[in-house]
């Protein structure tokens, strides 16, 4: 069985920063074009960024352009998503998936046979 793991959320004030990880004991990272997605309550999923296989393309929302930046680690099998400038509607479980095809102007998740944790959540409060 697959199993992701994302950790590093939290309760911030607006303006802070918070840094979520991901990693995996079943799945290699380095195979995958990864991204973070979140879902807030009563909304629809959103893709926030994705970066490649090898980190030469990464895509970002137009919401968090400027704020969040992705990265990975193939070597310790890890993806970071670094949250700055935090607004209250960035609130939302965040997860870290595996991604069917993205460029720097778009990402798809895996949907059919994707990968993606429990999630963490990030609380941002005026």
């Known amino acids: 069985q697959v199993q992701v793991t994302e950790f590093g959320g939290g309760s911030v004030q607006a303006g802070g920063s918070l840094k979520l990880s991901c990693t995996s004991r079943?799945?290699?990272?380095?195979?995958?074009?990864m991204g973070w997605f979140r879902q807030a309550p009563g909304k629809e999923r959103e893709v926030v960024s994705c970066?490649?296989?090898?980190?030469?393309?990464?895509y970002y929302e137009n919401s968090v352009k400027g704020r969040f930046t992705i990265s990975r680690d193939n070597a310790k099998n890890t993806i970071d998503l670094q949250l700055a400038s935090l607004k209250p509607e960035d609130t939302a479980m965040y997860y870290c998936?595996?991604?069917?095809?993205?460029?720097?102007?778009?990402?798809?998740?895996?949907?059919?046979?994707?990968?993606w944790g429990q999630g963490t959540q990030v609380t941002v409060f005026a």
């Open positions: 998936a595996t991604i069917s095809s993205m460029s720097a102007d778009f990402c798809q998740l895996e949907t059919e046979n994707g990968h």
């Open positions: 079943t799945l290699t990272f380095r195979a995958w074009p």
């Open positions: 970066i490649d296989g090898d980190s030469e393309y990464r």
